[in-house]
């Protein structure tokens, strides 16, 4: 379980196939403090890697791997991360945390294509464009995870919709080197998702 609320900055160093070409180690070089700060990373740990929630399956002192199923790769941007990709690193949530941002599981529903990047006043209005499936669960004012940042929806527009990031979350996030026509992890509100499902099962 996450917050959406990044704590540190990945890159990844080596893209390894493994299974037979299917699946991927994934090496990501980050600070150290990410790693023993609070506590120190153990193996078998999760941590959330641009939103979806990996195993450290190997730890250095700057470094940490974890491993990507097939699905995994099909189904997020993971299965494009190359050498030198930039990634979005936090830690799991621990009983007693301050809860910054909302619940996220880590579990990505799909990707999404940016649109836009438009300075409004102090900050920079981005705009997406979601799946048709997972549209109508993103609200104006509700959450939503992009690459593991959560966010506040600020506008929608049939499948596309729009956030505010602010300079801060530029700095300490891959939205600092962002561009328009590229790919990013969804996962929408688990509130949703859950309401949607019991509509569903009443109908």
Not at 35 to 40: D, G, I, K, R, V
Not at 65 to 73: D, H, I, K, N, P
Not at 114 to 122: F, L, M, R
Not at 130 to 157: H, M, W, Y
């Amino acid at each position: 379980m996450f917050t959406g609320i990044v704590t540190g900055l990945g890159t990844v160093r080596e893209v390894q196939p493994i299974g037979g070409g299917h699946d991927h180690r994934l090496v990501i070089g980050t600070a150290p403090d990410f790693l023993t700060q609070p506590a120190p990373v153990v193996l078998g740990a999760s941590i959330a890697c641009s939103g979806v929630c990996l195993t450290a399956v190997a730890l250095g002192g700057d470094w940490f791997a974890v491993e990507a199923s097939a699905e995994t790769l099909s189904k997020t941007t993971l299965g494009g991360w190359r050498q030198g990709a930039r990634v979005n690193l936090e830690r799991p949530l621990r009983v007693g945390d301050e809860l910054g941002g909302h619940i996220v599981q880590g579990h990505v529903d799909g990707t999404g294509e940016v649109i836009s990047a438009v300075p409004e006043n102090g900050s920079v209005r981005w705009r997406f464009l979601a799946p048709r499936a997972l549209a109508p669960f993103i609200a104006p004012k509700g959450s939503v995870a992009i690459d593991g940042v959560s966010l506040t929806v600020n506008d929608v527009d049939g499948d596309a919709f729009g956030v505010n990031i602010i300079p801060h979350t530029a700095a300490v996030t891959t939205f600092g080197t962002l561009q328009p026509g590229a790919r990013v992890n969804l996962e929408i509100d688990t509130l949703a998702r859950y309401v949607a499902r019991l509509r569903e099962y009443r109908a």
